[in-house]
Structure formats: C-alpha cells, structure tokens
C-alpha cells in the first residue's frame, strides 16, 4: 500500500501545490487520476469559490454554492462533490500511476465523498496521494490504519515519494 498525504499551513496551499505536482508529473507523462482544486476569491474577501478539475480530462467541476451574504452554513454542494467522486471512480479502470485527492475533508471523516475511492485505488494499488487540513489528520490517519507516510510540502518530495528512483544518488545510498 503506498499511500500518503501532505497538509500545508497556509489557506490554499495545499491546493496549489496538488495542483503543481499533478501538472509536473502529468508533463513527465505520468497517467493520472483524481482531483485537484482550484480558488478563486470572491468579492466579499471572506469566501472563494472551489472548483475541482478532474483528471485526467481537465473538466471543471463547481463544488461551492452560494448561500447568501449572510449565510454561515458549509459551502460545500454535496451533489457535485458527488459527481466528482464518480467521474474519478470512472477513471480508475484506465490503470493510472496515481490518484492525486486534493483533500480529505469532513465528508471523508464521515466515510462519505473521496473516501471509497481511495480504498477502491489501493486495493488496485494504485498510489494515493491526499492533501489533508490539520483538523482531519487524525481521521485521516485512522482511516488509513496508521500505514500512511505525511510528507514534507513540497514538489520534489512528492515526486521522491512516489519514485524513489528518481532520487539524486547520493541521498538514494542514504536512505
């Protein structure tokens, strides 16, 4: 089972780094699957809206909905989160080389969104890569039984992590 996950501090940089790394490994000709997610700010300055790009097609999926100037509800549109779930369980049957989930949310804490299609990768074997926020690591971690790696923030790890051929010789003998 090859599965981990990475979490960033900073508001929205995890999403940018998924998003990086998919684009990276998608250039070296690594046959993807999965979702990577992308903010745009909204007016207000408080919200953004979230769109999930499903690889390996690129099609856009909106999953925030407006509710309203004063609404303190979860922005989150269950169905089309939904529907990005079964395009990605779709795409698993072409064989990728990783399933990249730009976050394991509450949705995934709760057993439902990206949730069976990460077991459904691993018991493939496909590579799983997952952002996580820090208020659903522990989740995460139970969900995953303790087995999955948290690697550092950045492009090379995660290219480190799912090649470790592709380290520089010298930190290959090291390891």
């Known amino acids: 089972m090859k599965l981990a996950c990475v979490t960033t501090t900073e508001r929205g940089a995890t999403d940018l780094l998924l998003s990086a790394f998919a684009d990276r490994m998608s250039q070296a000709g ?28 690129g099609q856009t999926i909106r999953i925030s909905q407006s509710l309203g100037a004063n609404a303190r509800g979860c922005r989150l549109d269950p169905a089309e989160l939904e ?10 049957d072409a064989g990728p080389e990783l399933l990249i989930i730009n976050k ?31 208020l659903n690591l522990d989740r995460f971690q139970e969900f995953a039984g303790g087995m999955a790696e948290v690697l550092e923030a950045d492009i090379d790890t995660l290219r480190n992590w799912l090649d470790p051929a592709s380290l520089p010789l010298a930190q290959a003998q090291t390891m």
């Open 104 to 134: 394991f949310g509450k949705h995934e804490a709760d057993g439902r969104g990206f949730r069976p299609v990460i077991a459904d990768a691993l018991e493939r074997e496909i590579p799983v890569l997952v952002g996580v926020n820090g």
């Open 83 to 92: 529907r990005a779930v079964g395009l990605v369980t779709q795409s698993l």
């Open 30 to 57: 690594t046959a993807l699957a999965g979702v990577v997610q992308t903010n745009t700010e909204c007016a207000d300055g408080y919200t953004c809206d979230m769109d999930l790009k499903v690889l390996p097609s």
